[in-house]
Every structure is written in C-alpha cells, then in structure tokens.
C-alpha cells in the first residue's frame, strides 16, 4: 500500500489550494478514505472522509463548508478542495485508508491503517 499526498502550500487567508492522494497497492474503490491534519505542536485530527462510491462524506466542525473531499476511482486519487483558508488551517495533511473494506468512514482514526508522508498547507499573509 503506497499513498502519497501532493498539493500542499503557502496560501493567503481566503484563499483556496486542492490535495491529492495518489492510492497504490490495494483495490482503492472497496475503502473508505479520509483527510487528517496535525498542526504545529498539536495532535492529529480528523479532517473529512469519504465513502467508497464517494456517494457521502462527512467534516470536522472546523471546515464544514469551506472543505469538500472527493474521489475518483478511476484514478485511485482522493481529493481536498480547501476554500476560504484560515490561518488556523496550517498544519501537515494526511490521507488514509480505512482498515476494513466497505466500512463506512469513521472519525476515529485507530481505524485507518495506511498513511502517506503528509502534505504541509501554510496559510499566513
């Protein structure tokens, strides 16, 4: 299993940056997936997660409304359209993979078992 983030930045407030997660190494279309982010001196926190058909998705309290993941199956790439950025946002992103396939996606993220590198997303003017 190989995920690896891309995307990430410097972005202004109010400005917008789009994640990639390029999956490789397992049937991408059968897990869930999800978004997470540790920022600077704090623990990881779920960000938004996706089903497998990409039909529904949840988010944090913090980006409902700004963020919106997405995935095409096709290309085994998860998406993080990132809009209305804050500084609050800067942190080191994550994708990962659910642990069991066709589960639905879970904020907790003891159920994920497959990480990539992360991506850093700075937002500061």
């Known amino acids: 299993v190989h995920l690896v983030e891309s995307g990430g930045g410097l972005a202004q407030p109010g400005g917008s940056l789009r994640l990639s997660c390029a999956a490789s190494?397992?049937?991408?279309?059968?897990?869930?997936m999800s978004w997470a982010r540790q920022a600077p001196g704090k623990g990881l926190e779920w960000v938004a997660g996706?089903?497998?058909?990409?039909?529904?998705?949840g988010y944090a309290d913090s980006v409902k409304g700004r963020f919106a993941i997405s995935r095409d199956n096709a290309k085994n790439t998860l998406y993080l359209q990132m809009n209305s950025l804050k500084p609050e946002d800067t942190a080191l992103y994550y994708c990962?993979?659910?642990?069991?396939?066709?589960?639905?996606?879970?904020?907790?993220?003891?159920?994920?078992?497959?990480w990539g590198q992360g991506t850093q997303v700075t937002v500061s003017s």
């Open positions: 990962a993979k659910a642990n069991r396939a066709y589960m639905k996606f879970t904020t907790t993220l003891d159920e994920y078992d497959y």
């Open positions: 190494g397992f049937t991408f279309s059968s897990y869930a």
């Open positions: 996706i089903k497998t058909d990409g039909r529904e998705s």
